[in-house]
């Protein structure tokens, strides 16, 4: 399943809009482009018309990943997705991986802990481990649906990217490691270390104090 930028965009949003706005699901054209061109939540941020969404969501029809739905004495077209967890899709995800991979899809590359951050209205994690298990299962797919980015230089915690999209990927393929290669890094296994060192120096201490006081 390969996704340009705009089909991620247009998924991403019908995905974000059934799980928060399920009375207001399926979408018409209208409230589809509002969506995906929202100034917040979304990165990068787009300026799309209703002819680009359009294009697109034929595009998406094409490949069976979105399908209309007439209301009963409506005359609006509404969209729905058939991208994943439907009886026309062979792509099944819990309530966690679906959360991580809309918000990949609607934000680009991101750290387990702006997952976690962001991911309040999609699914409640109530840890960044909860968003690490859910990344790797997504990794270990047969088909991985994501991957780890090499940390950038400067920065604290590495980020993971969705594979749907081969343009986006393609950019950054050299930086993609395999999940198993994510360890602490020096600094953090010296600073480790050091702490270790540190609490039996003071156990030693406290003893010695604790002797000398008995004497």
């Known amino acids: 399943m390969e996704l340009t930028q705009h089909e991620a965009r247009i998924i991403g949003v019908l995905l974000e809009k059934e799980l928060t706005t399920p009375e207001q699901y399926p979408l018409s054209l209208n409230s ?21 969404v359009q294009n697109t969501l034929d595009s998406l029809a094409k490949k069976r990943l979105t399908s209309e739905q007439s209301g009963f004495g409506s005359r609006v077209i509404k969209y729905k997705h058939r991208f994943c967890n439907t009886e026309f899709s ?37 840890d960044v481990s909860e968003v690490e298990h859910a990344l790797v299962e997504l990794a270990r797919r047969e088909t991985p649906l994501v991957a780890l980015l090499a940390k950038e230089p400067g920065k604290r915690e590495a980020r993971y990217c969705q594979l749907f999209t081969p343009t ?36 030693e201490l406290k003893l010695l104090v604790q002797q000398l006081l008995a004497k």
């Open 90 to 126: 062979d792509l099944q995800l819990n309530a966690a991986q679906l959360a991580i991979v809309c918000l990949l899809l609607l934000r680009g590359p991101q750290t387990p802990g702006e997952l976690r951050t962001r991911s309040n209205r999609l699914h409640e994690f109530n």
């Open 168 to 203: 986006t990927t393609s950019i950054e393929s050299a930086s993609l490691l395999p999940i198993e290669v994510v360890k602490p890094d020096s600094s953090q296994l010296e600073l480790s270390d050091r702490v270790a060192t540190l609490e039996t120096d003071l156990s």
């Open 32 to 52: 589809l482009t509002s969506g995906c061109n929202q100034k917040s939540s979304r990165e990068p941020v787009l300026n799309l018309s209703e002819s680009d």
